[in-house]
């Protein structure tokens, strides 16, 4: 069972506007949530999270947002480059960093910056 | 400094052959995680390692896979008898875990990832 699912697999937006990416969790004890970004033959590497406590987190062009009641969150990239095309990871955990239970990652979205 | 490293970049073994991969974190990071990536999929959490406390194998796939830690540093996982689900890509992370949990320390740092390919 998928407990952190990236319904979409890829996402294009023009140069220039707002790209919005979701996430959905199921599991209740997740107070931790993180988006990586991955570019091809490297690692993910870390752009912004969110605790449970709060509903926002900005941090530049990129701000997430917590829906808890929901269990979904949403990356926000404006105004959207072309160097933000990459693969975008969502990811939970019970306990802040990780833990003895690692990240649960989603699936990722392709998003895809057209000029 | 540098960051997370590992070794081999690539590897392409034969069905029931032993394959060993390493890992290198940033120095000074006492936890370090093992995650795999199968093809479409997500980053599947494998194992955890805190300084040198025993880890929690139970995120391991099967009997074949082991990992160890010496001194708490280098990290080695151990694929025994490859199978062709094994083939994945195989990421290392750490991170610097001070105590008391202080936010924004924790942030797992991954390294490029060993690309196993079982044929």
């Known amino acids: 069972d998928q407990q952190v699912k990236q319904n979409s697999p890829s996402l294009s937006v023009q140069e220039g506007r707002i790209s919005i990416l979701n996430c959905d969790y199921t599991?209740?004890?997740?107070?931790?949530f993180l988006w990586y970004k991955k570019y091809p033959a490297e690692g993910p590497t870390f752009l912004i999270s969110i605790s449970s406590i709060k509903d926002k987190n900005e941090d530049g062009r990129f701000t997430v947002f917590l829906n808890k009641s929901a269990k979904h969150l949403s990356l926000h990239i404006v105004p959207s480059q072309p160097g933000d095309s990459a693969v975008y990871f969502c990811?939970?955990?019970?306990?802040?960093?990780?833990?003895?239970?690692?990240?649960?990652f989603g699936k990722g979205t392709h998003l895809i910056i057209q000029p | 400094g540098a960051g997370v490293s590992q070794s081999p970049s690539n590897k392409v073994t034969e069905k029931g052959k032993d394959v060993e991969l390493r890992c290198d974190p940033i120095?000074?990071?006492?936890?370090l995680y093992w995650y795999r990536q199968s093809l479409g999929q997500g980053l599947e959490f494998l194992i955890y390692f805190q300084g040198n406390s025993a880890p929690d194998k139970s995120g391991l796939p099967s009997d074949r896979f082991s990992a160890e830690r010496t001194g708490g540093s280098v990290s080695t996982l151990t694929i025994q008898r490859t199978q062709q689900e094994d083939s994945a890509v195989y990421l290392c992370?750490?991170?610097?875990?001070?105590?008391?949990?202080?936010?924004?320390?924790?942030?797992?740092?991954f390294g490029p990832g060993t690309r196993l390919t079982v044929l």
């Open positions: 120095s000074g990071h006492t936890a």
């Open positions: 599991n209740s004890m997740f107070d931790y």
């Open positions: 992370a750490s991170s610097l875990i001070l105590a008391g949990g202080i936010s924004g320390t924790d942030t797992q740092y």
């Open positions: 990811a939970a955990s019970t306990q802040e960093g990780g833990g003895a239970d690692g990240l649960t």
